[in-house]
């Protein structure tokens, strides 16, 4: 249902693209590792991802968990909500793993969280967490790099910022673009894996960059 929400609500506030490199391929038991930039851009990634038949499971902070509805659809749904700086952190890796194994594609943010900034701007995927590697390592899966870009256009800064730029996106058609590019599997050490993965998807985000100012 969220893919299917996000699929007919993000057009309605801005032009949404996608492209893909020519090797990219969303191989069931892939994890899809995006850059993080707004309190929009799931929506946004969701909606792409619908478009090209794919509907991932979600690595998200637990917090949004207690929100009413929003909650109950992460639930149903088997969404893995991520308890920061707790004993229960590990158990997202590992149900992540099992998700992975059911051949389902599990969508993470390498970053851990937002960005510190609260003007539109874009910019490149800050230093990731060793998250994405682990749960790479731990399964061999491979990983799929996304970026995306835009997002900020429709929510960026404080809570009356981002409401005037979701209420006025539907007028002003911001362009959205996601880029997915080619799978890569991660190198065992963990320092490494996360440098290359990283680099990934800083490449994919500068792809929709380059797509959504066009």
């Not at 637990?62 to 893995?80: F, K, S, T, Y």
């Not at 970053?111 to 490149?124: M, T, V, W």
């Not at 997915?180 to 050490?189: C, E, I, M, Q, S």
Request: proline share 7%.
């Amino acid at each position: 249902m969220l893919s299917r929400t996000a699929a007919l609500l993000v057009p309605a506030f801005g032009s949404l693209r996608v492209s893909a490199d020519p090797e990219a391929v969303l191989a069931p038991g892939s994890i899809v590792a995006a850059n993080h930039t707004s309190l929009a851009d799931p929506a946004i990634v969701f909606a792409a991802l619908h478009r090209l038949g794919a509907r991932p499971v979600v690595l998200a902070t637990a917090g949004l968990w207690r929100v009413p509805l929003l909650g109950r659809l992460l639930r149903h749904e088997g969404h893995i909500p991520v308890h920061r700086g707790t004993e229960h952190a590990a158990d997202a890796l590992d149900r992540a793993a099992d998700a992975l194994a059911a051949g389902h594609l599990v969508l993470i943010y390498g970053e851990g969280g937002l960005p510190r900034r609260s003007d539109s701007g874009e910019l490149a995927p800050g230093p990731f967490r060793s998250g994405l590697a682990r749960l790479a390592g731990a399964t061999g899966a491979p990983v799929v790099p996304l970026g995306q870009a835009g997002a900020r256009r429709l929510s960026s800064g404080g809570a009356v910022k981002q409401f005037a730029g979701l209420t006025t996106a539907p007028a002003r058609r911001p362009a959205l673009h996601v880029h997915l590019g080619a799978p890569l599997h991660l190198d065992d050490d963990l320092a490494t894996a996360t440098a290359t993965a990283r680099r990934a998807v800083t490449a994919a985000w500068a792809t929709a960059a380059r797509n959504a100012a066009a």
